[in-house]
């Protein structure tokens, strides 16, 4: 069983429509992360949250929006998007303590496809 | 910028045998994270082993190891008596610590390794 669980695991979705992606850490970590990984390319840093407030943002275009209510729980609200935005995408958590790179753990993964 | 490149797109090995998949990396900094990850058929990323730079010893993690050569700046997975579990994609990551500026929160990834395990 992940610490990291992300719903809903595949969703399928036309480019006017607004959709969440939904992910819950259990491992009491203080940083969140939405990576994405498309076909034949590395993953890819989408955003990044540390204690809730946004740290990171990789030039992501804005019809993606996050969310951090709290420490636990991360959002990915999608709208108008494009069908090259089809691909998985993955949340990730990590306890973020000094100077320590810490290990960065994952959740499933959500398989988006846009039509 | 940070490079990791693993120039193996695809491994075969037979079962009970024992596999290596190379992993290269390019930095400037001397402290610095590596991890090896598992990306079964199910897609969830998982960890398989942790290196930090400034330790000398290799890790291990029962049958997986590495051969970590900082000057080399080479970082290779040995999967020893492979199982039919461990076919999947490999993905080798670099991290830095968070004191040395730029994206410290980052993974960088390389392109992956698919392994697969004859029976």
């Known amino acids: 069983e992940t610490g990291v669980t992300q719903t809903p695991r595949h969703l399928v979705m036309g480019m006017t429509n607004k959709k969440s992606l939904k992910c819950e850490q259990h491992?009491?970590?203080?940083?969140m992360y939405w990576y994405k990984q498309s076909a034949k390319k590395p993953l890819e840093l989408m955003f990044v949250?540390?204690?809730?407030?946004?740290?990171e943002n990789n030039s992501v275009p804005s019809r993606f929006s996050p969310e951090c209510p709290n420490s636990s729980h991360l959002f990915l609200h999608l709208h108008t998007l494009q069908p090259e935005d089809s691909a998985l995408y993955l949340c990730?958590?990590?306890?973020?303590?000094?100077?320590?790179?810490?290990?960065?753990?994952f959740g499933e993964g959500s398989w988006l496809t846009v039509v | 910028a940070q490079t990791v490149t693993q120039s193996q797109p695809e491994m075969s090995v037979q079962e009970a045998e024992t596999v290596t998949l190379s992993c290269t990396y390019d930095?400037?900094?001397?402290?610095?994270?590596l991890f090896w990850y598992k990306q079964p058929p199910s897609r969830q990323m998982i960890l398989v082993i942790r290196?930090?730079?400034?330790?000398?010893q290799n890790a291990t993690e029962n049958r997986f190891s590495v051969n970590f050569q900082k000057a080399a700046k080479s970082f290779s997975l040995k999967i020893s008596d492979s199982q039919l579990g461990d076919a999947a994609m490999y993905f080798c990551?670099?991290?830095?610590?968070?004191?040395?500026?730029?994206?410290?929160?980052?993974?960088?990834f390389g392109k992956g390794t698919l392994l697969t395990v004859n029976p």
């Open positions: 990730a958590s990590s306890q973020e303590e000094g100077s320590v790179g810490n290990t960065i753990y």
């Open positions: 491992l009491g970590h203080n940083a």
């Open positions: 949250y540390s204690l809730e407030e946004r740290v």
């Open positions: 930095t400037s900094e001397s402290d610095y994270y």
């Open positions: 290196q930090e730079a400034y330790k000398q």
């Open positions: 990551a670099y991290r830095s610590p968070h004191h040395s500026g730029g994206s410290n929160y980052k993974l960088t």
